[in-house]
């Protein structure tokens, strides 16, 4: 780069003299000063920094901005190093920024003072020349209004200054990616000008790629680190602790607005969570498969990316906000368990909104499918143990309602009321009601509401009419999620006692 840019060569070298040889070029700063010294050498004998030629000077720091852009190792370091190398490459350039692609989101990204990354927007006369990779120069002012002021607020071009920008192309492997954006407000650009833009946009290339390369090798390390302390953590026998602990690590790697983790529940085919951005919740968040986005996750166990919320058909406000949050950009990962031979299956679905009001990118999906990865097997022999350790609870509880009947078994009015209290601590309900079928009328009789005994005959419906009347003649077994909209529901039960009903489930006692 340094030979080439220190032309013509016979004018340095007088023509009496060869052009160095490997050896004398060495590598780096050793072959610039081989070239300063042949320089001087055919201008005095003693050469001093002081009495250094201007352009001596201007090579100089062109060379170490070089050096400083070669050495960067972090992407706010190359930009800067980069923004230096196009000033010596435009000596009147009056502002200028570079922009480094940001491999997470496919877009190009620029550093704020804080060090803070921001993306290049997708529209103006900037990106224009983007997409077609090519090197424009601009001569007529830029619009206020466009997007590109946003990186460069102080973008002004005074009489004769033209406004360059050009996009550093990747053509390796024939990728053919934008890696690099340099832009610049200068004087109008000669052979020389662009000769040099062409040395620079190698030289750049080159360090990009390798600049990104660290990039990705270090976010992948820190990613494997992190997963390897997350699994260490992940030993826990609690599904509530264990949501809590999965969503922590989500929200602080994906940085997402909120964060759930829903499971499915076997008895109601809800998927229940028991967490909400990290935190344990005091009522757990229930939600139908049949009916959600969220459940279309969970049967068709494929990743649900939306990047408008509102304009998508499937999104029912009622039933897919959580929390009373309505997001605009929502992403449904399934959580899979690995069965023998390779077989998997889903067992729960995590549900992440927003993340600094940007849509949700493959990257994104490809992270959290990496995490529950590892995460997925001690989900899966939590909620076993979980619920092997509710079907004891469960068998001790059905043993001990045996023997407390069995004490009741005298009395007809304290049998069906100990029939009450059991069903209703068994389900945890609100209410509980027993209807006895009265074969002389063939109709329903409840002698027993709430565990209060009744006056004969207070409360009676017909066979087959509302739910229970349904379920005794039918004989099946029913759990009804939203009662009142339910067409067999019967609404003047509710009347007779003064109870409003949201969900109810009912089952025949046989003889």
């Excluded at 079907?391 to 023997?403: R, T, Y």
Aim: charged share 25%; with cysteine; hydrophobic share 40%.
């Amino acid at each position: 780069l340094l030979y080439e840019g220190l032309s013509p060569s016979n004018a340095i070298f007088g023509g009496a003299r060869d052009p160095p040889s490997a050896t004398e070029k060495g590598l780096g700063r050793g072959y610039f000063v081989n070239l300063l010294k042949m320089v001087d050498s055919h201008t005095t004998s003693n050469y001093d920094f002081l009495f250094r030629r201007p352009s001596a000077v201007v090579l100089s720091g062109y060379e170490d901005a070089i050096l400083s852009m070669g050495a960067a190792m972090i992407p706010t370091e190359f930009t800067a190093a980069a923004k230096v190398c196009l000033h010596f490459t435009l000596p009147s350039m009056s502002t200028g920024a570079a922009l480094l692609l940001d491999t997470e989101n496919n877009e190009l990204a620029y550093f704020e003072e804080n060090d803070k990354v921001k993306h290049l927007p997708k529209m103006g006369v900037v990106w224009d020349a983007v997409r077609q990779r090519m090197l424009e120069v601009r001569r007529s002012p830029v619009p206020d209004n466009d997007p590109i002021r946003t990186v460069m607020p102080n973008l002004a071009q005074d009489s004769g200054q033209v406004f360059v920008i050009a996009p550093m192309v990747d053509q390796r492997r024939s990728l053919y990616r934008v890696l690099v954006l340099l832009l610049a407000v200068c004087d109008e650009l000669s052979e020389v000008h662009l000769e040099k833009l062409r040395i620079l946009e190698r030289n750049v290339i080159v360090t990009a790629a390798r600049v990104l390369a660290n990039e990705t090798s270090e976010k992948e390390r820190a990613t494997i680190e992190n997963m390897l302390d997350v699994c260490g953590d992940l030993i826990d026998l609690d599904i509530v602790s264990l949501s809590v602990k999965i969503l922590k690590h989500i929200m602080s790697t994906v940085k997402p607005t909120t964060s759930t983790l829903f499971f499915l529940e076997d008895g109601t085919q809800e998927l229940v969570a028991y967490a909400y951005n990290g935190v344990a919740l005091d009522t757990e968040i229930r939600k139908p498969v049949s009916e959600s986005i969220y459940g279309e996750c969970f049967r068709m166990g494929e990743v649900v990316n939306i990047s408008n919320v509102q304009q998508d058909l499937r999104f029912n406000p009622r039933i897919d906000t959580i929390k009373d949050y309505e997001p605009t950009h929502l992403l449904c990962i399934p959580v899979k368990r690995r069965g023998t031979q390779g077989t998997q299956s889903v067992i729960g679905v995590l549900v992440v909104c927003d993340k600094n009001d940007r849509p949700f990118t493959k990257h994104d999906e490809d992270g959290l499918l990496y995490s529950l990865h590892f995460c997925s097997s001690m989900l899966n022999n939590t909620l076993v143990y979980q619920r092997e350790l509710a079907l004891k609870k469960q068998n001790e509880v059905l043993l001990q309602v045996a023997k407390n009947l069995f004490t009741s078994l005298d009395n007809i009015s304290s049998l069906l009321r100990e029939i009450m209290n059991e069903a209703r601590r068994l389900t945890n309900a609100e209410r509980c009601s027993l209807f006895l079928l009265d074969n002389s009328t063939k109709n329903l009789v409840a002698t027993v509401f709430n565990s209060d005994l009744l006056k004969e005959g207070a409360l009676t419906i017909k066979m087959g009419q509302g739910i229970a009347g349904y379920v005794a003649q039918t004989g099946r077994t029913v759990n009804i999620t939203d009662a009142q909209k339910h067409p067999q529901f019967f609404k003047e039960v509710d009347k007779s006692t003064g109870f409003f009903t949201n969900c109810c489930g009912s089952s025949t006692i046989m003889q």
